[in-house]
């Protein structure tokens, strides 16, 4: 059985590294690029957990992942790049050492946290899900560190990686492939979402500052 | 259920108000006066259910399965309860006949419904036995008012006044939640026999004494808390004004009474300290702005204030007395604050009853544009004299019983074991004796600017003698003024057996004087005050002096134009304003305890246009502690406001460091 | 099983399809109170009915009102709606495809939300109340105006992350359950759950907590979380706002109660009382002040529902037997007050043609009847007697005090700061001499009576079974 | 009954002593201060000549003088007369002096006080309301000095009713009480504003910026003037008496006393009653009249003394009698 927890880590560590690469690109192919790997990772993760735990259904999970965050969405979101031409921008709002080192806290958190945990107290691992915590927060980081919305969708997504990691390595987790379907239901939403925007042409950026041109009581 | 008469009596009073109210809702417009008599009638029978109580001291007991959980709402009627419903059904009486008179276009759905609904919360406040009850009632009491004191609400300083007056009520009922909360104990035994039962440690007992005066203080108009009195009182509809200073204030007193001598049953002397302190200040501060206001019904509001503290100074020194068990002393004190309550209620209403007489006539409030109304409007006149004399505590009127015991009270002062003690109470002393002399300079020139002289406007020339109801309301009260002072001693001995449960004892010395009707704090040789004696006195020599001179002289009088030193007709202008009166007072006390800007313009020799002399007051208590505390909050306002215009981004920041800041909490804490 | 819980959950399914499908808005408003009518119907045989605790479904004294205080909110509000929509489609705001949307949403959002309500699983009550909250981001930008679609989008981005988070914290509570039930469905049904929590794994549930706690109070609006709440309610049409305040935040709130109470049950996990006091008492007061900038009429009491959650909140934080029974019973009376003044301001909006508050003046000349609504509104809102929210303020201050002094004055403190604003406002809308449009509008002003109604009610007497219920529940909660 | 009948007696015939020495007291005030400034000055009898001559003058009133001024004169008069009956002078076995006590018998001053400041500014002339204006600002410290003092010497005495109080003093062996020191100044500084006296007010000018109690009574003539200044002099009587009665009660006669007792205590009285005219007289002439507003100080130095005077005395004492 062990070995099956080291492929299990190692694909988690996969996933962090990618989130941790996620957090200091700042070329948004690349971080579309680097996405897609993780989805992938995810991908053979979640295959690996219905193969441990023979929840053949988790091989649906597992297809999804693979085809529509690492391949469909990705290809989606290049040519929105290309078509709202930000292909160049850089849109940081920190800067990319503050990012890693806030990443680095994050992390450090989460195995702190993590470690509170009595071992044992579930079949999941400590370590699975202190890797899972991290790319979470990982992801969140990313959401509010990044201005444009094509990264701060990545972001998300990636949020979403983590929980579906930590979905299908809590063993037996009923409703887990519903839960997955849902995710990249609101995922297609939030794309379809900001090309809503695009087309109506009401904003002339899909910088979310610009979403917020119209706000509150600025009337 | 269970009820026996007098609360049955009271019950039906209730339904009438709470009938006419709702009635009032859908009448129309021009019928609604029907409330007034209905209001009549129901104080008349609480009025009565009241006396029958306070007679016979019983104490009379009902619960409704409705209210708190497990507390239910309850009612008492005991001798306490029933001396302040006396007072405030008398009130209400009175109030409402005048309201009679009131003419049909000023009736209005903004304030006949809420005018018995007003009355009914005042009546309910007193029968609650249970904390839930007792707060339900008194902010239904302040809500109703609140609605009156809006009714004009087209002009912005009733809006203003309206405003602030349910903040500070608002403010109030949170400070007796607290107290009620600290009375009752986390367990929360509502009903006032579990709080009696319930006893506190000094810690809660000290946070539960502030809370309530602040409560009560906040409602009766304690400075600094008053400023919101002067706003909210003269902007009501005069009937109106009546009942909350005359009535209202007297709630709030009953209020401070039932928690501090009933509630818990013997406070700690030192208890008697902010009583004493915030009484004597109180008294002259209230007094001080009221000599100086130019608005009639201000003037009367800020006497309410002064009345208000000498009773809280009354209640203070009982407190004081009965703590170090000089018994005798608590009842005099006692009894010079419950009587003080009764007779305030009574000339408080007679004067702003007159003030509406006035305002009614001649459509203005401000003294410098008044003035010579004994001539047009003699009956409001002579009455309003009566009540000015009352309330600036001459004899043989009824202002000057409740002081004279009041002075008594101070006087035995000298008993007390602690030097505190010993050393406020000739400072009291001295704060009354001052309060006198300032209400008979107040009210001078009250009843002066307005009455006397000549009229200073042409609404003062053509004012006209309001219908007759209302001036019978009014003299029915000047009656009663004039009654009271001189049976004060009944009165004194009437309230006995209260005095005796809140005291301890009653007023042992009464009936043993020389007549049955003087009045005796503690023992005949020590102090009497024999009030008919001395009007009778002064009556039989005045009309002999008359009688004699009318026989020596020659009765002759001749009619001429005022001498005035030698300048022939001067125009009405040339007469002492109101604000030409108080200059002396107001240079001798302005920058200290008053806030008063004199400007004056007076042009160079040769220049021909006129000189002009301006007074502007500012309440200290407003500024700093109205004022102040609003505008800061404004500016917080204005700080967190950037919040509503963030970018999504940046909320997302706020929710993340949220997850992180407890993330890190639970791994600092498990 | 029970066939009334199927019909609480199944007769706005069904009719939330039909109403998709049926064209012409007055039919479709008409089938909407129908539908809505016949569940509140079905929920109040749960009045009468004995606890029932199955696989998904639980009914037990926590949820049994909640449920009957949904349904009954969701009929008077399909109610006003239906006169509200009417004069927005004769006004041209919305074109009839909209509103089948509307009605097909509205049904929609109504059964996820009992959906939320009743599930006995942990993971169930999450979808209800995802469904819930996606389903009203697309009817707060059903106007399509760039305020509303800014609104919807703040709300969706918001809530989405908020789901996150919660479902996280919902896959470390079946961690946490799972070592002890095994796997697979016990782990997650929550009164399995709570009968075996003293053995749970303290570490877990306190993680599972803080995540639950961000996440759906991402939903319930608190304070630094709440940045959707307001132009979510100030933009999306009335009866939705009066949803969101009257019910959403409720049932957020009342998923959070039920952890709360799995912490309460295990000995061991941290007690989370501190932390909800300091974010109620956060909320209270940052709300508190908010409003005093206000122009718009609905974003004001919106920030007045993040006030009263906050108050809530910090009730339950306070826990014992008293302020939690305070503090549910807050609950309703919030539900029911928030959502009678939303009706009252969607006619004064339509009535004035406006939402900003400076043009709104001399209401009680003009309308009498909206400015006695609104007015009655208010007061009880404020906690002023004689409306029931008067009772839960008294015994949540009163006891508070008696135990933690301070925590009461900052309690007060915030809640009459509120009521400055709001008194404020109020006088400004009905006082003065009118000004500005008047439009004519045909107010049905039934649902707001009843509210009023039963709020007056609740406040001179409260039926000895809802007293019992909560009661039970405030032990619970602990 | 004997006693009963003698404390008739005494009471009436103090009404009508009192009655009967306040003009003399004014006049020999008058007298002696013509007297110190070189001058003849009237006989002492022109002041009662003057108050007859006025009674008997018809009375002129201003247009609008309402019947309050009219009444007023008389009711401040009466107040004022019963006032002054009720301070015991010869004997403290006066029938009615039970009926008010100190406080009462301060506002009983009190009261006509306020009648006569609301007379002046009934006819509505500028004089008017300066008098009473500036007479209540002064009343206003006055009267709270005045009850400081009674109550002192009360609280001392243990009781508020003057007899008592006169008897207490008499009994007690003679002894200079700081308290008492503090009392008796206030009372005369006191007594000298009350009674319109210099330095506060003039009694003898019409100088219009200066004066305080004639400006009120500008408007009155004939008899209703006589009334006023009838009340003017026994207040004046009243005063000295309670000064006398506080302060130096000595052969004042008890209540059952011999005939010749009474002789004696009647003549102390008189005694008493010329020398303070005397004095009084003597001070007037020694010291210059000073402007209004520095008033307000001289009366506030006189409230602080007798706060002093009242603290010192509640300090000192232990408890009550």
Known sequence: MTHGYDVAHFLAGTMLVASFTLLYQDRIFAVLNTFAAQAMALALAVAWQGYVQHHPDLFITAAMAFGLKGIVIPLALNRMVVRLGIHRDVDQAVNVAMAMFLGLGLTSLALLLVLKVTPGAASFTREGLALA????????????????????????MSIENGLILAATGARGMPLVVEVSVAFSVLIALFVFAVFVFRIRERFDSVDIESLDRVRGERR | MMVERPLDILAVALAIYGGAALLSLILPRRLLGIVYPACILAAILACAADLSVLAGQADFKAQLPIGLPSVGLRFRLDGLAAFFGFIVNLGIAASSLYGIGIGKADLSKRIEPFYPAFCAAMNTVLLADDAFGFLFFWELMSLSSWALVVARHEEAECRKAGYVYLIMAAMGTAALLFAFG????????????????????????ALVL?????????????????????????????????????????????AIIRIVFDLLADPPWWWSLPFIILGAAT????????????????????????????????????????????????????AAALLHSLNHSWFKSLLFLGAGAVLHATGRRDLDGLGGLIQRMPKTAFFWLIGALSISALPPLNGFVSEWLLFQAVLAGPGFP?????????????????????????????????????????DAAEAHEVPFVQTLAIGLLAVLCILGGLFGGFSAYAIGPLLKTLAGTELTGLLNGPTKLSLIAFDPERSIYDAPTIALFVTLSSITTMLFVHLVSNRRTRRAPAWDCGFPDASPATQYTASSFSQPLRRVYKGVVLGAVESLDMPPPGDLRPGHFSVRFYDYAWRNLYAAPAEALLAVATRFNAFQFLTIRRYLVLMFCTLIALLIVTAVWM | MNEAVYAVAGIPVISGLLLALIPGYRITAIGNVIASGLTFMASLTFLAMPPIVENYVILDSLNTFFIVLNTLVGFTTSAFSASYIGHEIKTGHLTPLFVRFYHALFQGMMASMNIALLANNIGVMWVGLELATLMTVIMVGIYRTPNALEAAWKYFILGIVGISLAFFGTILVYLAGQSVLGEGLPAMTWSRLLSSAPQLDAGLLNLAFIFLLVGYGTKVGLAPLHAWLPDAHAEGPTPISAVLSGLLLNVALFALLRFKMLMAAHPGALKPGPIMIAIGLLSLIFA?????????????????????????TFAFGMGGPLANFAGLLHMVMHSLTKSAIFFAVGHVAQAKGTQRLADIRGLSVSHPALAAGLALGVVAISGLPPFGAFMSEFLILTTTFAREPLLALAAAFGLLVAFGALLLRLQGVLFGTPAGADHKVNASSLPLIVHLTLVLAAGLYLPAALIAWFQRAAELLG | MASQIQSFMAQGAQMFLVLAVAPAAAGITRKVKARLTRRQGPPVIQVYRDLLKLIRKDSVLAGNASWFFRSAPYVIFALTWVATALVPTFASGLMFNWAADVVALVALIGAARVLLALAAMDVGTSFGGIGSSREMMIASLAEPATLLVVLTTALTAGTTRLPEVAQFLISQPLEIRVSFALAFVALSMVALAENARIPVDNPATHLEL?????????????????????????????????????????GMAPLEGEPIVWMIGLGAYLAKVCFSAVALGVWEVSIAKMRVFRVSEFLGSAFVFSFLAILLAFLSREVLR
């Open chain 2, 182 to 205: 600290g009375m009752a104990g986390a367990a929360g035994g509502y009903g006032f026999d579990a709080i009696r039962a319930h006893k506190l440690t000094p810690l809660i007992s």
């Open chain 2, 283 to 334: 008294a002259v501060g209230g007094l001080l702005y009221a000599v100086q206001d130019r608005d009639l019904k201000r003037v009367l509001a800020y006497s309410t204030i002064e009345n208000i503290g000498i009773i809280f100074a009354g209640l203070g020194l009982a407190i004081a007395f009965k703590a170090t068990g000089i018994v005798a002393a608590a009842a005099v004190a006692m």
């Open chain 2, 210 to 254: 502030v809370a309530a005066l602040f409560g009560t203080g906040s409602k009766a108009g304690i400075m600094p808390l008053h400023a919101w009195l002067p706003l909210a009182h003269p902007a009501a509809p005069s009937h109106v004004s009546a009942l909350m200073s005359g009535v209202m204030t007297k709630v709030a007193v009953y």
């Open chain 3, 288 to 312: 508190a002040f908010m409003l005093y900038r206000r122009r718009d009429i609905k974003r004001l009491f919106a920030y007045s529902s993040i006030e009263h959650m906050g108050l809530i």
């Open chain 4, 210 to 250: 200066t004066m305080v109690h004639e400006a009120m009574v500008l408007e009155y003539s004939g008899r209703h003037l006589a009334m006023i200044e009838a009340a003017a002099h026994l207040k004046l009587v009243l005063y000295i008496s309670l000064i006398i009665c506080l302060f130096l009660p000595f």
């Open chain 2, 418 to 458: 602690e030097p505190i003690l010993r050393f406020l109470s000739p400072v009291l002393g001295a704060m009354l004796a001052l309060a006198a002399g300032l209400a008979a300079a107040c009210f001078v020139r009250a009843f002066g600017t307005v009455f006397l002289g000549r009229p200073r406007s042409k």
């Open chain 1, 133 to 156: 915590l991290a790319i979470i927060l990982l992801g969140f980081l990313m959401m509010i560190t990044r201005r444009n919305a094509v990264t701060q969708i990545v972001g998300f």
